[in-house]
């Protein structure tokens, strides 16, 4: 079985700046995949960004980037250059097999 | 790519009436699809996993016969809630990953809102 902690549930960043949104996670597989989702006001469920565990280079992908301590069983998502689109819930997700495990999310605010 | 489309996108229906939420995945083969719920101001909640062809597995405390899954096709999978009650008024969320691809992700749908009078 995994757990998936997201210990933030509200986090505020100004626009242009950056902001890191925290994940822990316990899992007794050795072979996992671990992934950031957004949920803006649509409540579309929009993958931000994937890392898989036997990788130890971190995944980036444009503005958003992950800091991914495996002995640590940490996963935490950096936005830079953040923009007013970016408001939203975040939620870290774990699998092992093709079923997700959420956290509970964090749901970020995006100031002018 | 990797679009999945989920209809209706909102529904109201009277007490005891049955709704039927459409899950399809338009440009690959879902080999497997998820159903999820989320209320309020919370996290996703899995319901149940199913694979094409085969009965669904149902998370622990998830009712099969008021929540009846069936995946039909690798590119269909619904998702009836039988005799509606109040407290079954969710959002509900239906994802879908191609196996064969390796990837491990899971495309959404856009959710569907149920409201029940």
Known sequence: AQTVTQSQPEMSVQEAETVTLSCTYDTSESDYYLFWYKQPPSRQMILVIRQEAYKQQNAT???????????????????????????????????????????????????? | GAVVSQHPSRVICKSGTSVKIECRSLDFQATTMFWY?????????????????????????????????????????????????????????????????????????????????
């Open chain 1, 61 to 112: 992908e444009n503005r958003f980037s992950v800091n991914f301590q495996k002995a640590a069983k940490s996963f935490s998502l950096k936005i830079s250059d953040s923009q007013l689109g970016d408001a939203a819930m975040y939620f870290c997700a774990a699998n092992s097999g093709y079923a997700l495990n959420f956290g509970k999310g964090t749901s970020l605010l995006v100031t002018p």
């Open chain 2, 37 to 117: 719920r989320q209320f309020p101001k919370q996290s996703l909640m899995l319901m149940a996993t199913s694979n094409e062809g085969s009965k669904a597995t149902y998370e622990q405390g998830v009712e099969k016969d008021k929540f009846l899954i069936n995946h039909a096709s690798l590119t269909l999978s619904t998702l009836t809630v039988t005799s509606a009650h109040p407290e079954d008024s969710s959002f509900y969320i239906c994802s879908a990953t191609d196996r064969g691809s390796g990837a491990y992700i899971q495309y959404f749908g856009a959710g569907t809102r149920l409201s029940v009078l």
